[in-house]
């Protein structure tokens, strides 16, 4: 296990729980590309020269199989990020232990730099649906999150990395913005921000808001990881634009351009390109994670000497 890590952030916020920064040692400011089954050959053959992998952690909670054997030799060569889609972390209802239970020896199995999960639900009443749902930002789903984050990073020893969700409809309970409710949940468990500049730019144009705005509203401090994606163009029942997050197609202009100015204000990060339908050749992804890690720039405020990646300085 690597040496937990931990330190005051920029805006003064008291330093996460040594027992939930764990064994994340945080990935390199690089590009990186999701791991696919076609290509688990080709990048053990190509050994190309990618910054990490990611892979869905519910698509290798079984003991053994193919996907370990590939996972296993591959993991030796780059570093791996772990990215959840079914702990239902804005769910009504408590967390599934066992599913958590399956994360936790997945953890332990391949030391992870790091681990990440969505503000969403996809559970109710013992039902699983196939979707990641919006959560109204309110004070009742505030204390359920953050217990729901608290008890994930206590279970799993580290510190997690949030992502911030593509939205399709709002809440009328919702009291607090999307960026004030991720500020909070933050800020009481020390957890990160895993910035999807995609979901982002997707939720902003479906809700009519400004995503620059947005994104700098978040605490840009915290960012662990950086997703990009592709989108599909549609619209709703009245005619106004309606973009669907469908992880198809290459990265957006529009979506590029907002990452370079993410890039400007943090500094390189690690940032994923994710294509999960019609995947690509590898060297489609390979040549979209080599335009990321171009466009990484430096800090333009110098006042920011010390930005985090996962939460450790």
Request: aromatic share 8%.
């Amino acid at each position: 296990m690597y040496a937990a890590i931990a330190a005051p952030d920029l805006q003064g916020h008291a330093a996460p729980n040594p027992a939930r920064a764990g064994p994340f040692r945080g990935l390199p400011a690089r590009g990186g590309v999701g791991l696919k089954p076609r290509h688990f050959q080709q990048v053990l053959d190509a050994r190309p020269d990618v910054g990490f992998f990611e892979v869905h952690a519910e698509n290798f909670m079984v003991d053994g199989g193919p996907f370990h054997h590939y996972l296993g030799r591959i993991r030796e060569h780059y570093p791996l990020s772990l990215h959840g889609v079914g702990l239902s972390i804005g769910a009504e209802g408590p967390l599934d232990e066992t599913h958590l239970d399956r994360l936790s020896r997945l953890v332990e199995r391949y030391e992870p730099a790091s681990f990440s999960e969505h503000l969403a639900w996809s559970t109710h009443d013992g039902i699983f649906l196939n979707d990641l749902l919006p959560v109204p930002y309110d004070q009742p789903t505030l204390t359920r999150v953050c217990e729901h984050v608290d008890r994930i990073q206590s279970r799993l020893k580290c510190r997690m990395l949030l992502e911030n969700p593509s939205t399709y409809v709002e809440f009328s309970a919702s009291t607090m913005s999307e960026t004030q409710f991720l500020r909070e949940v933050i800020d009481r468990t020390g957890c990160g921000l895993l910035l999807d500049v995609n979901n982002a730019h997707i939720s902003c144009v479906n809700h009519g808001r400004n995503a620059a705005a947005f994104i700098d509203g978040l605490p840009l401090t915290a960012v662990g990881e950086i997703h990009l994606a592709g989108f599909a163009r549609d619209q709703d029942a009245a005619g106004a634009p309606l973009l669907v997050d469908h992880h198809g197609s290459p990265v957006d202009d529009v979506v590029w351009k907002l990452y370079e100015r993410v890039s400007a204000r943090i500094g390189p990060t690690a940032t994923l390109i994710e294509w999960d339908n019609d995947v690509p050749p590898l060297e489609t992804l390979l040549a979209q994670a080599s335009l990321a890690q171009d466009l990484m720039g430096e800090r333009i405020d110098p006042r920011q000497s010390e930005v985090r990646r996962d939460g450790l300085s």
